[in-house]
């Protein structure tokens, strides 16, 4: 009788998958905003140290021809979130602090998706797509409905837009966290409220100045874009969003480390204003905005300890990337553009934030799954979007008809097997003229608006010309050969045209 249990896992060795725990790994998204592929020292940066993403670089697919799906915010976390680009449909640009649910409660998203598999999931950090129903008529003194436990969130903790809008709270599942209800909040996008400074009328009591825009309510020395009024308890201290938003990162690993879940981790990091812990002032040599790669690389790094303490570093797939390319001048007097030095934020990538050129989208993008994916680079063609479509299927998920309408399955790529990755993908700059990519070619389709954004200082790719690049061999896009190839560029024309036609977007909202 003593031998069985001596025999039983013999027997069962070859069939050790099963041993293990079943397909339901942990994830964590760590989504920066506005971080370069060339401002993390994994992917060549010489001029800063990021020692945490490094790591999980060398310990995962490092991927060099990622991509957000938009170069601007709201967009880009839009189509990851529901795997559907956002330039089918409207209302999905960069959204104000007082903007409604972008997501509709009857969506299908990512948190849904992770849910049915049974998964808890949590969404903690930068939000910007929207709360309540209809924009301007949130009662932020009040539960904001709909919130993200409407779209399948169990918990959130999230700036409700973006760290130079207003409210500068957080709020927690629907709820401003911290609010007095003896000094209520008042929120416009319209008008200021009576006898409240501007920084645009008060600007000897700002810390930080503007460089363009940004001149309306002042919160802890900062002008906002937004005007609000009260909350005073609930207003976030800039320089503890990282502490504030990592600790409650922590919190909802540990306190979930028993069953499988799903934590949106999005960092403020990089974004304006950028105001580092005095942990990491002055640390990078490049001013605040290397301060806050610093901070960001050290959130990273909290996350990695705690998922090893806890013992969950096996059974965790961590993806790491941004929402869209980088920006040094984005509205704020903060050394950011004199400090440079030879700092190449966007990498060997022309362009920036907002931009049709790949700088826009081509991402930092890192997959770590020890024990489980083999650790290498990737140059395959990927995209955020297709994160729903992919651990939808790692997870069994069948997702409803009409789910996710432009995301594909490439689970292979996404784990280093697959080197290919997607045949062509359409970017969106911020005057959302589109481009499609594939492994050879660029095409920039012909659009409205200026070559040149002087206020941020970057090439936004518009031109009333077709260009074309080749993508193998001038990375810069640098010489724009459409004259040269008119085949390719008939061919790429009207393979994005099939695409924004070809699939039924559902009905506006
Ligand atoms: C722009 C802001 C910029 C930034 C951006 C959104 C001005 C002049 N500029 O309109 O500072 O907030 O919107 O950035 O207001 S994103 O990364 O969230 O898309
Ligand atoms: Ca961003």
């Avoid at 299908?108 to 309540?132: Q, R, S």
């Avoid at 993806?319 to 966007?346: F, M, Q, R, T, W």
């Avoid at 193998?472 to 724009?480: Q, T």
Wanted: proline content about 6%.
């Amino acid at each position: 009788m003593k031998s069985i249990p001596l025999i039983l896992p013999l027997v069962a060795l070859p069939l050790s998958g099963y041993a293990e725990k079943p397909q339901t790994p942990n994830v964590i998204f760590i989504y920066a905003d506005d971080i370069g592929y060339g401002d993390l020292s994994c992917n060549g940066a010489k001029t800063i140290s990021t020692p945490h993403v490094e790591r999980l670089a060398a310990e995962g697919v490092r991927f060099t021809n990622a991509h957000s799906a938009a170069a601007t915010s709201t967009p880009a976390r839009y189509a990851m979130l529901t795997g559907e680009y956002a330039w089918r449909r409207q209302g999905t640009g960069i959204a104000d602090g007082d903007a409604g649910m972008i997501i509709r409660p009857e969506r299908y998203t990512l948190a849904d998706m992770f849910h049915e598999a049974g998964y808890v999931t949590g969404a903690i950090g930068k939000w910007h797509l929207g709360l309540g129903d209809k924009k301007g008529t949130q009662d932020w003194n009040k539960q904001l409905s709909p919130n993200l436990s409407d779209i399948g969130f169990d918990y959130s903790y999230i700036m409700a837009a973006t760290g130079d809008r207003v409210p500068c709270v957080f709020v927690e599942n629907g709820l401003v966290a911290n609010l007095d209800p003896n000094d209520p909040i008042y929120v416009s996008y319209q008008k200021n409220f009576p006898g409240e400074p501007t920084g645009k009328n008060n600007p000897e009591l700002l810390t930080m100045h503007p460089s363009h825009g940004h001149n309306q309510s002042i919160v802890n020395g900062i002008s906002r874009i937004g005007f609000m009024k009260g909350g005073k308890s609930a207003l976030w201290k800039d320089d503890q969003i990282a502490e504030e938003l990592t600790s409650k990162a922590l919190a909802f690993i540990e306190q979930h480390k028993d069953q499988p879940f799903f934590l949106y981790f999005a960092t403020q990091d990089a974004h304006v204003p950028r105001v580092p812990n005095e942990r990491f002032a002055g640390k990078s040599g490049m001013g605040p905005r290397g301060d806050v790669l610093l901070q960001f690389d050290w959130s990273v790094g909290e996350v990695m300890a705690t998922l090893k303490r806890l013992g969950l570093d096996k059974n965790t797939i961590v993806i790491l990337s941004s929402d869209n390319g980088p920006v040094v001048d984005d509205g704020y007097k903060d050394g950011a553009v004199e400090l440079l030095g030879d700092h190449k934020p966007g990498g060997p990538f022309r362009g920036g934030k907002y931009s049709s050129y790949e700088a826009g989208t081509r991402v930092p993008c890192i997959l770590r799954w020890s024990g489980r994916v083999e650790p290498s680079v990737s140059d395959a063609l990927v995209c955020q979007l297709d994160w729903i479509a992919s651990l939808a299927s790692l997870l069994g998920v069948k997702m409803p008809t009409g789910a996710a309408p432009d995301s594909e399955n490439y689970l292979d790529a996404w784990l280093g097997k697959d080197r290919q990755g997607r045949p062509c993908l359409v970017e969106q700059n911020a005057q959302n003229n589109l481009s499609i990519i594939t492994n050879e070619w660029k095409y920039i389709e012909p659009g409205k608006g200026a070559a040149f954004n002087h206020n941020v200082g970057i090439e936004t790719g518009n031109s009333p010309e077709p260009q074309l690049y080749n993508m193998r061999n001038d990375w810069g896009e640098k010489e724009n050969v459409a004259e040269k190839y008119p085949e390719v560029v008939k061919n790429l024309a009207a393979k994005l045209a099939e695409i924004k036609d070809g699939r039924v977007a559902l009905p506006l909202e």
